[in-house]
C-alpha cells in the first residue's frame, strides 16, 4: 500500500501530509513532482494544501494544468483513491473531479482555526473507520473554502449521499447561518464532499494538522486511516478473488 | 530616467542624501569624483539603513558571545546552537516607513525580507512572529488621544498590515505564530511593523555569505529586476516623514509569496547540492549590497556584467538596475564548473538562474554593462568603511510625560469591577484573536503553543524531542518615560515570557525603534537603551545575536516613543514539558511567583509614580507619567530558573507573567482559555492600595496553576530559588472573583468577563469610522 503526495509549485502543506501518513500512521508514502505523467505504483493520491500556482487567476486554476492531473483523473476514473484537502479540494473542483466551486470567505478574510465537522457519511472510503454523526475537531486555514454550487447540484449531492462532512457546532448541530458553527459561510455548511463513485473527495479542514495530541487534536486521524482500512479491504478483495 | 552620462555635482550628491564630507569621502577612496551609478552606490550603502553610521560605536557594547552562539551579528541572521547537531537561524527587522506608505504591502515584504534572511543561511523558516505598534483605533480611553480621523486611519493600517503579513506568510508557508501589538498616539503617522523569523539548519550545513575562489561564477536567481523600491533604503528608510511621504509609494516594493516560496525550495535543494560557495539575499540596496558585502566578507572581489541580469523592463540604466529593491531575489557564488547543477535545480522550480559575473581577486566591485565600466569601487570600502558618527547626546531636561499629575487612588473598598471591564476592553489588553486568526499559525504542523495559548510561541522540532520558545516585547511608553528601564524591561519581560513556557531563555535578538538621530535627546534616548539592553542581557544569559536598527521614525518633527523590540530566543529540553497560560483544570491551586521574595506582593506597584505607567493608569484615568516600574535583573533571573526547573519536573500545568494590566488582568486570562474556568482569589491583607495590588506591573512575578498534590514540591523549588509562592487562590467554574483585604474588588461573571476581553478589538476595527 503506497500513497502519493502531490507537490505543485506553491504547496506547503505537502511536508505535513507527508509526515501524517509517514511518521504518524506509520504507510509508505512517496512525493509526486506535478510535471509526473503517471502516478502508477501508487494506491492512494492526496492533493495537499497550499498555494499552487500562488493561486493565481484563482485557486487551483493554474494547476489542474499539470501534467500530473491528466494521471490523477485517469487514476480517479479507474476506481483509485483520491483525496484533496484545503487547496487540493479547490484543484479537484477546478480539474472537474468533483462537483462546485469555492467563493471567497464570507467575511473576506483569511481564517486559520479549530472547527468541528460532523460526519455526514461513512460510506467513502475517506470514512469507513468512522461513526456516523462523528464530530470531529480539525483546523481550517483558508481563504477561499465558502463551497458554492447550483442548486441542482446540491439536490444532487444531497440525493447521493456526496456530503460528506459538514460544519457544525461542537455537540453536532449544524447550522448553515451561524458564523461561529460555520465560519466561511459555505453553502448548506458543507466542509467535504465526494464524487458520484466516492473515490475522489475533497474537504477544507487539514486533517493531516490534527493527528498528534500534542498539536491540539488527532481527529484527524480518523480520515487516514479509513484510508489504509479501505485499501486493505481492497487488497484483501483482490487477493480472494 | 537617470542616465550614466549625468555628471555628478554637490548638489546630486545632497540629493542622494550624501552630507559634503561624506561626498569628499567616496572622492577620497576612488581618487576621482564618483560617476552617477557610483554615487547611487554609496548612497545606498552609506544611508543610515544599511550602514549603521549612527548606533554602529554604540552598538558594540551590546553583549554578544554565549556558550550557544555561533554566530553573532554581522551576517545575514544570528545563529545559536540548539544541540543534536541543530542551529536556530533567527533575526528581527524594521518595516516601518513602508507600511505607513502602503500598509499591505509594506508588512508583507516586510515578512518576505526577514525570510530570505534566515533561508539565505541554509534554514528552513519554521516561524514568524510581528511586533506592531499603531495609533489609537478607539475614541478613548484616554478621551482626545486622537482625532476622528486619525482613528479612521489607524484602523485602515492595522487592517493593511495584518492583511499584509497574513498574504505573506500564509502563501509562503510558514506559521506566524505570535507576536505583540500595542496602541499609542506616537504610532497614528508611524506605525512600527516589525518582523521576527526563525528557522533550523543543520550546524553543519550552514550557509554564509563569503565570496570567495577566483573566478567562481556570480548566479543571479529569482525573480526578475524592475524598477520598483529604487532608494526603497535611503530615501524611504533613513528620513523623516513630511506631509509629502505618500509621495514615496513608488519607493515600496510590492511583494509575491509565491515566487518566495519558490525561491526558498530551489535554493535549499541548490544548497544540498555542494556546488554552492557562498550565498546572499538582495534585500535593502538588492544587488549593490548583495554583491559588495559578499565580497567584502570574503576579502574578495566580484565584476558582474549588467546586461546579463533578468530584467522586467526595457531600458533601465545601470543605476536604476543596482538600486531596484525588487524583491525574492537572490546572488549565490558556486564552484566553477559545477553551475550546471544549480542551474538545474532553479530551472526545476521554473526560476531565473544566471550567471551575471564571477569572483575576482582584486577586491573590487566592477560593475560592467554591455562589458563598459560603470562602476569600480573597493568592495570593502562601500560595506564596510562608510561613515561612523558619534553622534551628540543630550538628556533632555524632563523627560516628557514623566512629571504629568500621578493616579490618584481609589478609595479603600471601591468596586473596581467596571474598571476591570474597560481594562478588558481596551485594545491594548483585549484578546488579539481577530488578528491572529488572519494568519496561519499552524502550517508545519509544529505549532505546540500557538497565539494567544501561551506567554510564547512554543516550536517543536521533528529532528529532536526539544522545542523552541519565543516572544518579542516591548512597552513604548516605559520607553519614553526612562529609556533605559524601559528596555531593561523589554528583554526581562520577553526573557520571563520565554521562561513561561518551560524554556530556558538562551539568546535575543533586537529591533530598536528610534527617532532621528541626529537629534542629541533622541540619540540619548537611544543610548541609554543599549545599557539597558546590555545590562539585562548580560545577567539574564541572552546575549544579542542581530537585529537592526530603524532611526527616523519621525512624523513632522515628532518622533515616536524610543522601542526597542527584544526578541527572545528558549530552548525546551522536553518538548513534552511545555506549558501553556491556561487553567488547565477545576479545583487546582493558584500560586502568586515573586522574584521579590516573601513579602512581594506587599511591595507590589506600591508607589503612585509605578502605577502612573501603567496600562490601567493610561486607560481608566488617562495618565502616562511617573516611572517605570523598579526592575530587579537578579529577582528575573532567579523567577526565570524557577520556572524552568517547575516546568521540568511536571509540577505546575500552567504559567502566565503579570505584565500589562497588572496580576487581575494575569488572573482573569488565564482563565479565557479554558472552557469556563474561573478563578477565586483572596489577595490577603497588603499595605498598599488595592488598585497598585491589581493592576500594578512591576515585574519578576507569575501566575501558575498546580494540581493540589504538587503543592509541597512547588513551595520546594521556589524555595530554593528563593522566590516568593503565596498561595492566592483556586480554580473554579462560574464566577470570577479577587477579594482584597477582606471585600471583593472585583467580582462578575467569568463568561461575561471573556465575552468583553475576546470580542472588544473586532468590534473596534470594524466599528464604522
Known amino acids: 500500500m503506497k500513497f502519493g503526495v502531490v507537490q505543485f509549485p506553491g504547496s506547503n502543506c505537502d511536508d505535513d501530509a507527508y509526515h501524517a501518513i509517514g511518521?504518524?500512521?506509520?504507510?509508505?508514502?512517496?512525493?509526486?513532482?506535478?510535471?509526473?505523467?503517471?502516478?502508477?505504483?501508487?494506491?492512494?493520491?492526496?492533493?495537499?494544501?497550499?498555494?499552487?500556482?500562488?493561486?493565481?487567476?484563482?485557486?487551483?486554476?493554474?494547476?489542474?494544468?499539470?501534467?500530473?492531473?491528466?494521471?490523477?483523473?485517469?487514476?480517479?476514473?479507474?476506481?483509485?483513491?483520491?483525496?484533496?484537502?484545503?487547496?487540493?479540494?479547490?484543484?479537484?473542483?477546478?480539474?472537474?473531479?468533483?462537483?462546485?466551486?469555492?467563493?471567497?470567505?464570507?467575511?473576506?478574510?483569511?481564517?486559520?482555526?479549530?472547527?468541528?465537522?460532523?460526519?455526514?457519511?461513512?460510506?467513502?472510503?475517506?470514512?469507513?473507520?468512522?461513526?456516523?454523526?462523528?464530530?470531529?475537531?480539525?483546523?481550517?486555514?483558508?481563504?477561499?473554502?465558502?463551497?458554492?454550487?447550483?442548486?441542482?447540484?446540491?439536490?444532487?449531492?444531497?440525493?447521493?449521499?456526496?456530503?460528506?462532512?459538514?460544519?457544525?457546532?461542537?455537540?453536532?448541530?449544524?447550522?448553515?447561518?451561524?458564523?461561529?458553527?460555520?465560519?466561511?459561510?459555505?453553502?448548506?455548511?458543507?466542509?467535504?464532499?465526494?464524487?458520484?463513485?466516492?473515490?475522489?473527495?475533497?474537504?477544507?479542514?487539514?486533517?493531516?494538522?490534527?493527528?498528534?495530541?500534542?498539536?491540539?487534536?488527532?481527529?484527524?486521524?480518523v480520515i487516514l486511516r479509513s484510508m489504509v482500512e479501505s485499501l486493505s479491504r481492497r487488497a484483501a478483495e483482490r487477493v480472494s478473488a | 530616467m537617470i542616465d550614466t552620462e549625468i555628471k555628478v555635482t554637490p548638489q546630486i550628491a545632497a540629493e542622494h542624501g550624501l552630507t559634503p564630507d561624506e561626498y569628499a569621502r567616496t572622492q577620497k577612496i576612488l581618487g576621482r569624483d564618483p560617476n552617477i551609478t557610483e554615487l547611487g552606490i554609496f548612497s545606498v550603502m552609506w544611508s543610515e539603513h544599511c550602514s549603521y553610521k549612527s548606533s554602529r560605536v554604540h552598538l558594540k557594547r551590546l553583549p554578544t558571545r554565549g556558550t550557544h552562539v555561533v554566530q553573532g551579528p554581522g551576517e545575514n541572521a544570528g545563529v545559536v546552537d540548539i544541540g543534536d547537531g541543530l542551529v536556530a537561524v533567527f533575526k528581527i527587522e524594521s518595516h516601518n516607513h513602508p507600511s505607513f506608505v502602503e500598509p499591505f504591502q509594506g508588512a508583507a515584504t516586510g515578512v518576505g525580507g526577514i525570510l530570505r534572511d534566515i533561508f539565505t543561511m541554509g534554514a528552513r523558516p519554521i516561524a514568524v512572529l510581528d511586533s506592531l505598534r499603531?495609533?489609537?483605533?478607539?475614541?478613548?480611553?484616554?478621551?482626545?488621544?486622537?482625532?476622528?480621523?486619525?482613528i479612521a486611519r489607524n484602523r485602515r493600517i492595522l487592517d493593511g498590515v495584518v492583511r499584509g503579513i497574513g498574504f505573506y506568510g500564509n502563501c509562503f508557508g510558514v506559521p506566524t505564530v505570535g507576536g505583540e501589538v500595542q496602541f499609542e498616539p506616537c504610532y497614528s503617522n508611524n506605525p512600527l511593523v516589525n518582523a521576527l523569523a526563525l528557522g533550523i539548519a543543520r550546524r553543519d550545513e550552514l550557509f554564509f555569505a563569503r565570496a570567495s575562489g577566483t573566478g567562481n561564477p556570480v548566479i543571479y536567481v529569482g525573480a526578475k529586476t524592475g524598477r520598483d523600491g529604487i532608494h526603497g533604503a535611503s530615501l524611504l528608510a533613513?528620513?523623516?516623514?513630511?506631509?509629502?511621504?505618500?509621495?514615496?509609494?513608488?519607493?515600496?516594493?510590492?511583494?509575491?509569496?509565491?515566487?518566495?516560496?519558490?525561491?526558498?525550495?530551489?535554493?535549499?535543494?541548490?544548497?544540498?547540492?555542494?556546488?554552492?560557495?557562498?550565498?546572499?539575499?538582495?534585500?535593502?540596496?538588492?544587488?549593490?549590497?548583495?554583491?559588495?558585502?559578499?565580497?567584502?566578507?570574503?576579502?574578495?572581489?566580484?565584476?558582474?556584467?549588467?546586461?546579463?541580469?533578468?530584467?522586467?523592463?526595457?531600458?533601465?540604466t545601470p543605476y536604476e538596475i543596482m538600486l531596484s529593491e525588487s524583491q525574492e531575489r537572490m546572488l549565490l557564488v558556486a564552484e566553477r564548473g559545477r553551475e550546471r547543477e544549480v542551474f538545474d535545480v532553479f530551472h526545476k522550480w521554473g526560476l531565473d538562474a544566471v550567471?551575471?559575473?564571477?569572483?575576482?581577486?582584486?577586491?573590487?566591485?566592477?560593475?560592467?554593462?554591455?562589458?563598459?565600466?560603470?562602476?569600480?569601487?573597493?568592495?570593502?570600502?562601500?560595506?564596510?568603511?562608510?561613515?561612523?558618527?558619534?553622534?551628540?547626546?543630550?538628556?533632555?531636561?524632563?523627560?516628557?510625560?514623566?512629571?504629568?499629575?500621578?493616579?490618584?487612588?481609589?478609595?479603600?473598598?471601591?468596586?473596581?469591577?467596571?474598571?476591570?471591564?474597560?481594562?478588558?476592553?481596551?485594545?491594548?489588553?483585549?484578546?488579539?484573536?481577530?488578528?491572529?486568526?488572519?494568519?496561519?499559525?499552524?502550517?508545519?504542523?509544529?505549532?505546540?503553543?500557538?497565539?494567544?495559548?501561551?506567554?510564547?510561541?512554543?516550536?517543536?522540532?521533528?529532528?529532536?524531542?526539544?522545542?523552541?520558545?519565543?516572544?518579542?516585547?516591548?512597552?513604548g511608553r516605559w520607553g519614553v518615560l526612562s529609556p533605559r528601564l524601559g528596555a531593561m524591561h523589554a528583554v526581562a519581560e520577553s526573557a520571563r515570557n520565554v521562561a513561561c513556557t518551560g524554556a530556558r531563555p538562551i539568546a535575543a535578538t533586537n529591533c530598536l525603534n528610534f527617532g532621528n538621530p541626529e537629534k542629541p535627546e533622541v540619540m540619548w534616548q537611544f543610548t541609554e537603551a543599549i545599557d539597558g539592553i546590555a545590562e539585562a542581557c548580560r545577567v539574564l544569559e541572552t546575549p544579542i545575536t542581530g537585529g537592526n536598527v530603524s532611526f527616523y521614525n519621525e512624523t513632522l518633527g515628532?518622533?515616536?516613543?524610543?522601542?526597542?523590540?527584544?526578541g527572545v530566543l528558549g530552548l525546551l529540553e522536553d518538548a513534552e514539558c511545555a506549558l501553556g497560560s491556561g487553567f488547565r483544570n477545576e479545583g487546582d491551586l493558584i500560586l502568586l511567583l515573586d522574584g521579590a521574595g516573601a513579602d512581594g506582593v506587599r511591595s507590589g506597584g506600591l508607589q503612585a509614580g509605578e502605577l502612573s505607567s501603567s496600562e490601567y493608569a493610561k486607560t481608566i484615568h488617562g495618565v502616562v507619567a511617573g516611572a517605570p516600574p523598579a526592575i530587579d535583573l537578579a529577582a528575573e533571573k532567579r523567577l526565570?530558573?524557577?520556572?524552568?526547573?517547575?516546568?521540568?519536573?511536571?509540577?505546575?500545568?500552567?504559567?502566565?507573567?503579570?505584565?500589562?494590566?497588572?496580576?487581575?488582568?494575569?488572573?482573569?486570562?488565564?482563565?479565557?482559555?479554558?472552557?469556563?474556568?474561573?478563578?477565586?482569589?483572596?489577595?490577603?491583607?497588603?499595605?498598599?492600595?488595592?488598585?497598585?495590588?491589581?493592576?500594578?506591573e512591576r515585574g519578576a512575578r507569575a501566575v501558575v496553576s498546580l494540581a493540589p498534590a504538587s503543592l509541597a514540591r512547588v513551595e520546594a523549588i521556589?524555595?530554593?530559588?528563593?522566590?516568593?509562592?503565596?498561595?492566592?487562590?483556586?480554580?473554579?467554574r462560574g464566577e470570577f472573583r479577587i477579594q482584597y483585604k477582606g471585600a471583593p474588588v472585583i467580582r462578575g461573571n467569568v463568561d461575561s468577563f471573556r465575552r468583553t476581553w475576546s470580542e472588544s478589538l473586532g468590534k473596534a476595527i470594524e466599528a464604522a469610522s
Open chain 1, 23 to 221: 511518521a504518524v500512521i506509520g504507510q509508505p508514502v512517496e512525493f509526486i513532482w506535478h510535471q509526473s505523467e503517471q502516478v502508477s505504483g501508487f494506491d492512494a493520491i492526496l492533493l495537499p494544501g497550499g498555494f499552487a500556482f500562488g493561486d493565481y487567476l484563482r485557486t487551483g486554476a493554474i494547476a489542474r494544468f499539470s501534467p500530473v492531473m491528466k494521471a490523477v483523473g485517469r487514476f480517479a476514473r479507474s476506481g483509485g483513491i483520491v483525496l484533496g484537502v484545503c487547496n487540493g479540494f479547490q484543484i479537484l473542483l477546478e480539474a472537474g473531479l468533483l462537483p462546485g466551486a469555492m467563493l471567497r470567505n464570507k467575511d473576506l478574510r483569511f481564517l486559520c482555526r479549530q472547527v468541528h465537522v460532523r460526519v455526514e457519511n461513512t460510506d467513502t472510503p475517506f470514512t469507513c473507520a468512522a461513526r456516523s454523526g462523528q464530530i470531529l475537531k480539525i483546523p481550517i486555514a483558508h481563504m477561499e473554502g465558502n463551497y458554492f454550487c447550483d442548486p441542482a447540484t446540491l439536490a444532487e449531492l444531497e440525493r447521493n449521499k456526496q456530503v460528506v462532512f459538514r460544519y457544525a457546532r461542537p455537540d453536532g448541530s449544524v447550522d448553515e447561518h451561524d458564523r461561529e458553527a460555520n465560519p466561511n459561510g459555505a453553502l448548506a455548511a458543507i466542509a467535504g464532499i465526494c464524487n458520484r463513485e466516492r473515490n475522489v473527495a475533497g474537504l477544507m479542514p487539514h486533517p493531516e494538522r490534527a493527528v498528534e495530541s500534542a498539536l491540539g487534536s488527532t481527529d484527524g486521524l
Open chain 2, 134 to 150: 499603531f495609533g489609537p483605533i478607539t475614541p478613548g480611553p484616554p478621551a482626545g488621544s486622537a482625532t476622528s480621523e486619525e
Open chain 2, 238 to 316: 533613513s528620513a523623516e516623514f513630511s506631509e509629502e511621504s505618500q509621495q514615496k509609494r513608488p519607493n515600496v516594493q510590492v511583494g509575491d509569496p509565491f515566487m518566495e516560496k519558490l525561491l526558498l525550495e530551489a535554493c535549499l535543494e541548490a544548497m544540498r547540492t555542494g556546488a554552492v560557495v557562498a550565498i546572499q539575499d538582495m534585500g535593502a540596496a538588492g544587488l549593490t549590497s548583495s554583491s559588495s558585502e559578499m565580497a567584502s566578507r570574503g576579502g574578495a572581489g566580484i565584476e558582474i556584467d549588467l546586461a546579463r541580469v533578468p530584467q522586467r523592463e526595457t531600458g533601465m
Open chain 2, 355 to 475: 550567471e551575471i559575473g564571477r569572483v575576482t581577486e582584486d577586491g573590487k566591485l566592477r560593475v560592467l554593462n554591455h562589458g563598459r565600466v560603470a562602476a569600480e569601487i573597493p568592495a570593502h570600502a562601500i560595506a564596510e568603511e562608510g561613515p561612523r558618527y558619534e553622534r551628540p547626546i543630550a538628556k533632555p531636561a524632563v523627560a516628557p510625560a514623566a512629571n504629568s499629575a500621578l493616579v490618584e487612588f481609589a478609595r479603600e473598598g471601591a468596586d473596581l469591577t467596571e474598571n476591570f471591564r474597560r481594562l478588558l476592553a481596551s485594545p491594548a489588553i483585549a484578546s488579539k484573536y481577530w488578528i491572529t486568526e488572519q494568519y496561519d499559525s499552524m502550517v508545519r504542523t509544529n505549532t505546540r503553543v500557538g497565539p494567544g495559548a501561551g506567554d510564547a510561541a512554543v516550536v517543536r522540532l521533528k529532528e529532536s524531542k526539544r522545542a523552541i520558545a519565543i516572544k518579542t516585547d516591548g512597552n
Open chain 2, 558 to 566: 515628532k518622533p515616536i516613543y524610543p522601542t526597542p523590540i527584544l
Open chain 2, 640 to 696: 526565570i530558573d524557577c520556572l524552568v526547573q517547575l516546568a521540568a519536573e511536571k509540577a505546575i500545568l500552567s504559567a502566565h507573567d503579570v505584565s500589562d494590566g497588572g496580576l487581575a488582568v494575569t488572573l482573569a486570562e488565564s482563565c479565557f482559555d479554558g472552557g469556563g474556568l474561573s478563578a477565586d482569589v483572596n489577595l490577603g491583607a497588603q499595605d498598599a492600595p488595592a488598585e497598585a495590588a491589581l493592576f500594578g
Open chain 2, 718 to 732: 521556589a524555595a530554593q530559588y528563593k522566590i516568593g509562592a503565596q498561595q492566592v487562590g483556586r480554580v473554579t
